[in-house]
């Protein structure tokens, strides 16, 4: 089965958008094979706020009707706890209140921008996405991350380049409590590096509250250049800031 043939199946469909290269492109193919999408994009603490923007444009781009639902996953005290699954109990949360939405916009289907790359033995979302029956046509069409990219180019779509970004809940450890303040501290960390001219990189907080940089190895000179100014500006909100050596890519 291609895409093509999916949505001549599957004519009317709601979808779970984060503005990612893969639920924009998933968007992308709805519409330029006739389907009749809408999107829906959950504004959570869990997500950073380009994220939004980023999905907002794509959206306005493609001139794809899209509805925000506003999410409290702090509220579920398993998601809180943090746990090694807690990827699981927060998808049911978030995927429960699209379907809630969607149903009451005239969806049924509810779509997911899950690829062929994507580990399902290492993601204990996708579990929650199977129990809630939410179907993931980029996985059943066979396409990869790759290709998923090449495509999102040829049609123009300025997220085709855009880095994987997994949720601020990954850069707490497993185990430690998920707090609103830990969170914002996370975002506001990112939000400086991006500022510095980083890209593809995680401020993780580790047990003790310290932070830890994993940046690429091409950007190591750039963290060197930058050391005195990520200093200063990380250490007000972190006891120390350390590099992970077992750097990304």
């Known amino acids: 089965m291609n895409l093509q043939e999916f949505f001549k199946e599957n004519q009317k469909?709601?979808?779970?958008?984060?503005?990612?290269?893969?639920?924009?492109?998933?968007?992308?193919?709805a519409m330029k094979y006739g389907a009749d999408v809408k999107a829906y994009y959950v504004k959570a603490l869990f997500q950073p706020q380009f994220e939004m923007d980023d999905a907002m444009r794509l959206a306005e781009q493609l001139?794809?009707?899209v509805r925000?639902?506003?999410?409290?996953?702090?509220s579920d005290p398993v998601v809180v706890s943090n746990p090694s699954n807690r990827c699981?109990?927060?998808k049911?949360?978030?995927?429960?209140?699209?379907?809630?939405?969607?149903?009451?916009?005239?969806?049924?289907?509810?779509?997911?921008?899950?690829?062929a790359s994507d580990d399902a033995g290492d993601r204990p979302g996708m579990k929650a996405l199977q129990e809630l029956q939410v179907k993931s046509p980029l996985r059943e069409c066979g396409l990869v991350k790759s290709e998923i990219r090449r495509l999102s180019k040829e049609g123009g779509l300025f997220t085709w380049d855009k880095?994987?970004?997994?949720?601020?809940?990954?850069?707490?450890?497993?185990?430690?409590?998920?707090?609103?303040e830990k969170?914002?501290?996370?975002?506001?960390?990112?939000n400086f590096l991006f500022s510095l001219g980083f890209s593809d990189f995680r401020v993780r907080m580790m047990p003790n509250g310290a932070a830890r940089l994993q940046v690429l190895s091409s950007q190591l000179p750039l963290?060197?250049?930058?050391?005195?100014e990520i200093l200063n500006e990380l250490k007000k909100s972190y006891p120390a800031v350390l590099l992970d050596l077992e750097v990304r890519g």
């Not at 925000?68 to 702090?74: E, G, I, P, S, T």
């Not at 969170?183 to 990112?190: D, F, I």
């Not at 963290?223 to 005195?228: G, V, Y």
């Open 163 to 180: 880095p994987s970004y997994a949720c601020l809940a990954t850069r707490i450890p497993t185990g430690c409590e998920i707090t609103a």
């Open 63 to 65: 001139k794809a009707p």
């Open 223 to 228: 963290l060197m250049e930058k050391r005195e």
């Open 68 to 74: 925000v639902l506003r999410a409290d996953v702090l």
């Open 92 to 115: 049911k949360v978030i995927f429960n209140m699209i379907m809630k939405a969607a149903a009451e916009d005239g969806y049924t289907v509810l779509l997911d921008g899950t690829n």
């Open 13 to 29: 469909v709601a979808l779970a958008f984060s503005g990612g290269v893969d639920s924009s492109y998933l968007l992308y193919a």
């Open 88 to 90: 699981y109990y927060c």
């Open 183 to 190: 969170l914002q501290k996370t975002e506001a960390a990112e």
